[in-house]
């Protein structure tokens, strides 16, 4: 299916070799790239500043010969462009009146749709343009003659696709993008979403990093695409010296970038998310409230309506980056910082509350699983900080009916070795007694193993927990982590869902994985805790609460509500971006699909990388989608706990407020829709 069916634009940048002052050919190498663009499947693409004679001309672009070949190598181009279907920005200096203008000419299926001329002429250090060229204020007209059509003119245009919603863009030449307040600033507040810059831009040492500090964050504060393009290799080394430095951002995230220096034609191409754009403007009301503050500013910008009639992308990936664990960075020292940050916001979150109470003691529950011994670590750690003594963390190990003599070792080996008081509980008679006053069949020796069975033991243990926060004057510290929370699989009230305070609540189960095994190799801890932390990250993750079956198989989670790993991905984007559930679905086919393609972490072995096909991605995300409408009601009595991301939050007091009655009917329609 067509990138453009899920919200997606295909865009591209392209670094000819110049050829100096011959701009002859470079409209044929110009030509040339369109034609490689165009069997991308791009919707757009750009070239560098002054591309159709090179930049560094210096006084020849004052030349009549030199400007008459130019309009005639653009006419070429314009032509050309009948036979392909992207949108073309290119560089060429062009006679406006009695003026000389350095523009950005948008060209698209044989005509021209438009001119920016360059708002902002350096005149410092390397750059003379004011000696050649007029700035765009001093334009006296707002369309000029082009070939034989008349055609708008002014860094005010913003070209917006008709047919493919939500591709709207700006085009600025350079210098445009260097000043505290780019021209390409105003076009986002009007709509734009694509920010574009055609540059010369010759390299000194530190440039390349500034253009992508300049680039990221212009995306990131415009919340938008951008995509910038300058000059490489042909032109005048006289005294400067060029790189074709292409890259293509996207609300502060680099796709893609070009090989600097290289001698050949190059072209970057990335897809853009419209879709994502267009959620997170429509959530930043402070981006709304200044559109307000320059309405008039705003209102001014022109709309060039243009259709766009834009070509199927060939099968094969989509071109941007699409973590399959979008809660954990891929890169080593990007997972690092993140697993860092997360435990010192955990951290902070649990001193905090701690200091506020004036509480100096825990009690929490360890079963041997992750997500208690994450909250453990986090106890210990802020104890640590705190410079209280571990043995006020009160930690009860408390087997049930299934519980394994594994993890029950593991809970006693964890307990013992960090040095927290540790205590065994056996809730088993008290549970015996509630199913037997229940009158349910396992109290009379019937293996009945059914939600209430499960129930009764959840509960016990979270009831003897604040009990016991009573009698030794603690907080119950909760351990159930955030994809439970999505997918309901916690126990209501009485159960794992309830707790004084929770360190987990915002922590989703495949970070959690990646926690632990970062504290391995990172936290200096005991070998007896070590080993235990490495069979608690292997381990099925199961509840405990049936007993194995005749074969030994103890219940699995995943077995019951699907993968953790394709939850977590389905959460992200649905609460996080608001994505409808086919783009869903397609985003995780991408992520999915082919474990050979695209980076893992080097914490995960060969046999933990897995992948799907599209049949179980829509299956689990039809999973996903019932039991996350269904179970907003524990979500909405969650208890307190830190916020650790921006897609990873499901308080009703901070990011998800939703009624817990509402289907999940339109979803399932949309997801099936596609099918």
């Known amino acids: 299916m067509s990138v453009y069916s899920h919200g997606f634009a295909r865009i591209a940048a392209a670094v000819p070799p110049v050829a100096l002052a011959d701009p002859v050919e470079n409209a044929a190498r110009t030509v040339e790239l369109v034609a490689r663009a165009h069997d991308e499947g791009a919707a757009l693409v750009t070239f560098p500043e002054l591309g159709l004679c090179g930049y560094s001309v210096d006084d020849l672009v004052q030349q009549d010969a030199l400007l008459d070949d130019v309009m005639d190598a653009l006419m070429s181009i314009v032509d050309a462009t009948r036979r392909y279907s992207p949108v073309v920005l290119v560089g060429a200096p062009l006679r406006i009146d009695d003026a000389l203008y ?5 060209v698209h299926d044989g005509q021209v749709l438009g001119v920016a001329p360059k708002s902002y002429l350096p005149n410092y250090r390397e750059f003379y343009e004011q000696r050649y060229f007029a700035a765009a204020r001093d334009a006296v007209v707002d369309t000029i003659t082009v070939g034989d059509h008349e055609v708008p003119f002014g860094a005010d245009l913003v070209f917006d696709a008709v047919d493919l919603p939500g591709l709207r863009f700006h085009a600025e030449v350079c210098e445009d993008g260097w000043v505290p307040i780019p021209p390409s600033t105003w076009a986002a507040l009007a709509g734009a979403t694509l920010l574009i810059n055609l540059s ?196 009860y190990t408390m087997p049930g009916f299934a519980t394994g003599g594994a993890s029950l070792a593991r809970s006693h080996v964890l307990m013992d070795s960090l040095g927290v008081t540790g205590n065994e509980l056996d809730i088993r008679p008290s549970c015996t007694q509630m199913l037997a006053d229940l ?113 030994g198989n103890i219940q699995s989670t995943e077995d019951s509500v699907g993968p953790y790993e394709l939850h977590d991905f389905f959460l992200y984007h649905l609460t996080r971006f608001g994505y409808r559930p086919s783009k869903v679905a397609y985003l995780a086919g991408q992520a999915w699909g082919d474990k050979t393609r695209g980076a893992w972490s080097d914490m995960m072995t060969e046999d933990q990388r897995n992948e799907y096909d599209d049949e179980t991605i829509a299956a689990w995300l039809e999973v996903f989608l019932k039991r996350f409408m269904a179970n907003q009601f524990k979500r909405t009595a969650m208890p307190n706990g830190p916020k650790i991301g921006s897609g990873g939050s499901l308080s009703p007091r901070g990011d998800w407020r939703s009624p817990s009655d509402a289907p999940s009917t339109a979803w399932l329609r949309e997801l099936h829709s596609r099918d």
Not at 209 to 227: I, K, W
Not at 256 to 285: H, P
Request: with cysteine; aromatic share 6%.
């Open 439 to 551: 009158g349910h069949p396992f109290a009379d020796g019937e293996p009945v193993y059914d939600v209430t069975f499960e129930n009764v033991q959840a509960g016990e243990r979270t009831s003897h927990l604040f009990r016991l926060a009573n009698y030794l004057g603690g907080i119950v510290l909760g351990t159930g982590d955030l994809s439970e929370l999505a997918l309901g699989w916690c126990t209501y009230g009485v159960g794992d869902q309830m707790s004084h305070y929770n360190v987990n609540g915002s922590v989703p189960k495949t970070l959690i994985q990646h926690l632990i095994r970062w504290k391995i190799a990172t936290a200096g801890y005991p070998e007896a805790t070590i080993g235990a932390l490495r069979e608690i990250v292997d381990d099925v993750i199961s509840p405990e609460l049936v007993p194995a079956d005749a074969e």
């Open 200 to 395: 010369g831009s010759p390299v000194t040492v530190g440039k390349e990093e500034y253009r992508r500090t300049l680039a990221v964050s212009h995306s990131a504060r415009n919340v938008a695409a951008h995509l910038y393009v300058a000059s490489g290799f042909g032109e005048s080394t006289t005294d400067l010296a060029w790189d074709g430095d292409a890259l293509i951002t996207e609300n502060g995230t680099v796709l893609a970038r070009s090989e600097t220096f290289s001698m050949t034609a190059q072209l970057v191409v990335a897809d853009i998310d419209l879709d994502r754009i267009r959620q997170e403007r429509s959530r930043l009301i402070s981006m709304r409230d200044q559109v307000g503050d320059f309405a008039d500013r705003a209102r001014d910008i022109r709309r060039v309506p243009f259709e766009l009639d834009p070509a199927d992308a060939p099968a094969g990936d989509l071109r941007r980056p699409v973590a399959r664990f979008p809660f954990v960075p891929s890169g080593v020292a990007d997972r690092d910082e993140r697993c860092r940050e997360v435990l010192d916001i955990q951290v902070q979150g649990l001193v905090g509350r701690l200091n506020a109470t004036g509480i100096g003691k825990i009690i929490i529950g360890v079963s041997g699983g992750l997500d208690s011994t994450l909250a453990l670590l986090v106890a210990v750690q802020a104890f640590d900080l705190l410079g209280l003594p571990r043995a006020d963390i009160h930690a």
């Open 102 to 106: 350095n523009c950005a000419v948008v």
